[in-house]
């Protein structure tokens, strides 16, 4: 039995050193071309200099009680005052209306409902001021969020400064990396996408533009962190800028100078480049993950994760624990395999192009994971998770597209009084090429309509023609991320 045990660990040993030469060999190749994986090479640079956006009192409001200004977590979590940021809401909640209903969707070619807000807020007088009668629904909203006025205004002057949000980067357990502040932000460009809507329909278009702005602004102000989940949160702030965009173009009341400084704000971003670097600094950080569980077997952090136990159970969970190093530094091999195999041959950032081929390759393997025999709990466990905000950054960069190209539309129709015949028209004066579809490469899709106004659009995620119609996901009211096309049309006059 003595001799069996030690045959038995010089085997384990044998197969560790093994696992280990083979995982450096691994990453020496990937170092050597020019590939970073390690994640402190993500983490964004310190701010320099006393004015820190994310300093500012009403904004560190939003973490200081789980974060102190150097980023180490605080424990247990304390409330220190009120979290003044996360208050800058449209209800108490931040999300009105189910599935957003009274919410604009410029996708599916819907304004705000002003009319609904005016009603809810004359519900709550406790909550926000309301005029004895009702007025003009744009009017009454106004006065309801007037109460955010001076708060906004302290927003829109501290976000001329850098911004860094001071969060735990030297958290040993990446799974317990914490952004405190992320909802906040969002409430915050919810709440000024109405107030846009709202000061469109009452006259006050230069206040409904530097809403619009600062909403651009707040949006960057995560820019740099290197996680999925500030990314997929930027981009929900932006589509808060762009229905406003939308709606005072379906309305024709942005001046030629606005329209310019919007397509300015959306040529700086590039959702392709963003999904390239956020999957590299998300490899790294999950690589980093396994190495956290190989030297300490602490599996409660992870055990958080909504899939722990779908890959996991009690009896891999205890296997892990025991499990040899092998195991682990294989587990790390697999999942960079995974993101060269899968992730990253999604986007070609240079040529602005999607692969559908890649995207349908990502899509089939992730329902295999998920559904099929798990040979490497950990590699597949974390790379099962990517493909739900992978469409996201597609669909993105379209909307992106779609709002510049139909910024130059609107402008050639004030100056030549219609639509042109095809997107051709708007080079060199309007556009410096014309707009090519991020999935396939062809021209978006236009043509004029018989009311006198245009529908254009990208194919979707999917890469198929479906003539311009959305797809709605079954018992909701919002758009579905993986079908369908992606549309930028006016309501009907």
């Keep these: 039995m003595l001799c069996l045990a030690a045959l038995v660990a010089a085997a384990v040993l044998e197969e560790n050193w093994r696992a280990a030469r083979e995982w450096e060999q691994f990453k020496t190749a990937r170092l050597a071309r020019g590939e970073k994986l390690d994640f402190k090479d993500f983490v964004p640079a310190q701010v320099t200099g006393a004015s820190n956006f994310a300093f500012e009192p009403l904004v560190a409001a939003s973490y200081e009680g789980v974060l102190d200004k150097d980023g180490h977590e605080i424990r247990p979590h304390t409330n220190r005052g009120v979290n003044r940021l996360l208050e800058i809401a449209v209800d108490d909640q931040g999300l009105y209306g189910e599935g957003g209903r009274s919410h604009g969707n410029w996708l599916l070619g819907r304004m705000t409902d002003l009319a609904s807000w005016q009603a809810y807020y004359r519900t709550l007088p406790d909550m926000f001021a309301v005029p004895p009668q009702p007025r003009k629904p744009a009017q009454d909203i106004l006065l309801a969020l007037g109460k955010h ?6 927003l829109r002057e501290a976000s ?33 996408e109405l107030r846009a809507a709202a000061e469109l329909r009452n006259e006050q278009v230069d206040l409904a ?21 500030s990314q997929v949160s930027r981009i929900q702030m932006i589509q808060s800028a762009i229905q406003p965009i939308y709606e005072g173009m379906a309305s024709n009341t942005w001046s030629d100078d606005q329209l310019m400084a919007f397509d300015a704000a959306l040529a700086k971003l590039d959702f392709l480049k963003d999904y390239e670097w956020v999957m590299r600094a998300d490899r790294a950080m999950r690589m980093s993950q396994i190495e956290y569980l190989r030297r300490t077997r602490d599996f409660s952090g992870v055990a958080n994760n909504s899939d722990f136990a779908h890959f996991f159970g009690a009896s891999a969970a205890s296997f892990y624990r025991m499990a040899p190093r092998a195991c682990f530094y294989r587990s790390e091999r697999e999942l960079a395999s995974l993101y060269e195999q899968f992730v990253l041959p999604l986007v070609d950032a240079d040529r602005h192009q999607v692969s559908s081929a890649a995207a349908g390759k990502l899509e089939a393997r992730s329902a295999e994971i998920r559904s099929g025999p798990v040979n490497d709990v950990l590699a597949r466990m974390f790379f099962s998770v990517l493909f739900q905000p992978t469409p ?7 909307c992106v597209d779609l709002t510049r190209t139909a910024i130059a539309l609107e402008r050639y129709r004030r100056a030549n009084h219609e639509y042109p015949a095809s997107l051709d028209a708007l080079v060199p004066q309007f556009a410096d090429h014309v707009p090519l579809d991020v999935v396939d490469g062809k021209p978006l899709h236009y043509r004029r309509e018989d009311n006198g106004r245009f529908i254009l659009y990208s194919v979707g995620w999917d890469g198929r023609d479906d003539g311009g119609t959305m797809v709605i996901r079954k018992g ?8 369908g096309d992606i549309v930028w049309r006016y309501p009907s006059p």
């Design 209 to 229: 533009f530097q809403d619009v702005m600062l909403t651009f602004r707040l949006a960057d102000t995560i820019h740099s962190e290197p996680f999925i989940d």
């Design 160 to 192: 001329k400064w850098p911004s860094r949000f001071p969060l735990n980067y030297g958290e040993e357990d990446p799974a317990r990396f914490l952004q405190p502040h992320l909802l906040a932000l969002k409430h915050c460009t919810t709440l000024l």
């Design 476 to 483: 909701t009211s919002v758009t579905d991320d993986t079908k």
């Design 392 to 398: 996201k950054f597609v669909r993105e960069q379209a």
């Design 149 to 154: 006025d001076r708060a906004i205004e302290e």
